[in-house]
């Protein structure tokens, strides 16, 4: 079973910036199962899938909604949540459905206020009929959120849409690079293609920029742990962590900006 980060294929730099959507092009994306029995989906043309082979489900919950959503309500319960890229929408489904769990657990307890204002962005936005037939309602048991995964994938482009009491999404759709905001982010889902894949997501200049995006102290996550990803990382100000993967991998990366 291949590894994302192991995946090799010379792209031109603007691969993305030319992408056919997958609604177009029907038969070049098609459904991956993953070891955990959740589906991710495979990019011929990149050689690379949406998640980890080793898990799609384990991974968004692992790396995404524990050491980073979870992570970061538990010291600051409202925050800007900021995920490269949107993709099949599984992080956002599975963030939200988090932050329900958590105020329907918290409300009798401590009566935090929670609320979370997710970004996403999407250069190569997919058809939602696709990102259906990947099965998450059903997989992750979110039956009451099936509304709200619809209306991630179909609402405007760049109008932030109330999902629940505690939840806003938004979605663009655009570019890392393209993207900046004076509204700073307190954490970032990094689920970019791999490295060696879309290079240019990886550089010190687009880490950079990422950087100038984040609050103090804000967070960023992703299942990537290459040795000069993170001292890229270290020399742009994060302080980095290195966690357990999810089963099947060494390592992830947690990261503050300081
Ligand atoms: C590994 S997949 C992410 C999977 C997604 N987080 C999910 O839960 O399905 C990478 C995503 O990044 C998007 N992407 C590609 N280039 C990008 C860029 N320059 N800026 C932001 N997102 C990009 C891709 O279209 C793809 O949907």
């Not at 489900?57 to 995920?83: D, F, S």
């Not at 997710?118 to 998450?136: I, M, N, Q």
């Not at 890392?176 to 970032?188: H, I, Q, R």
Request: glycine letters at 6%; a negative charge; aromatic letters at 8%.
């Amino acid at each position: 079973m291949e590894n994302r980060q192991e995946n090799y294929l010379e792209l031109p730099e603007n691969v993305l910036e030319n992408a056919v959507l997958p609604s177009n092009l029907p038969s070049k994306i098609s459904i991956y199962p993953t070891k955990d029995g959740s589906n991710t989906l495979r990019n011929p043309l990149l050689n690379d899938t949406y998640h980890s082979r080793d898990g799609a489900v384990a991974e968004a919950l692992h790396v995404y909604v524990g050491a980073g959503l979870a992570h970061t309500l538990a010291k600051k319960p409202q925050i800007r949540l900021l995920e490269i890229g949107f993709g099949t929408g599984l992080n956002a489904l599975m963030s939200l459905q988090y932050v329900q769990n958590q105020v329907e657990n918290e409300i009798n307890k401590t009566n935090t206020t929670f609320s979370v204002h997710y970004v996403g962005l999407e250069p190569a936005p997919l058809d939602y009929g696709l990102v259906k037939e990947l099965g998450y309602i059903e997989k992750i048991n979110a039956h009451r959120l099936e509304t709200h995964f619809r209306m991630m994938h179909e609402c405007e482009n760049e109008a932030e849409i109330e999902l629940s009491e505690n939840f806003f999404f938004q979605k663009e759709q655009t570019q890392l690079a393209k993207f900046a905001t004076k509204n700073l982010f307190d954490l970032v889902y990094f689920d970019a293609f791999a490295p060696r894949v879309q290079p240019e997501l990886w550089t010190i200049d687009a880490l950079a920029h990422l950087h100038q995006q984040m609050n103090t102290q804000g967070i960023m996550v992703t299942y990537c742990a290459k040795g000069q990803f993170k001292r890229d990382l270290r020399a742009i100000g994060f302080e980095v962590e290195r966690l357990p993967a999810p089963k099947g991998r060494q390592e992830m990366t947690r990261a503050v900006k300081i």
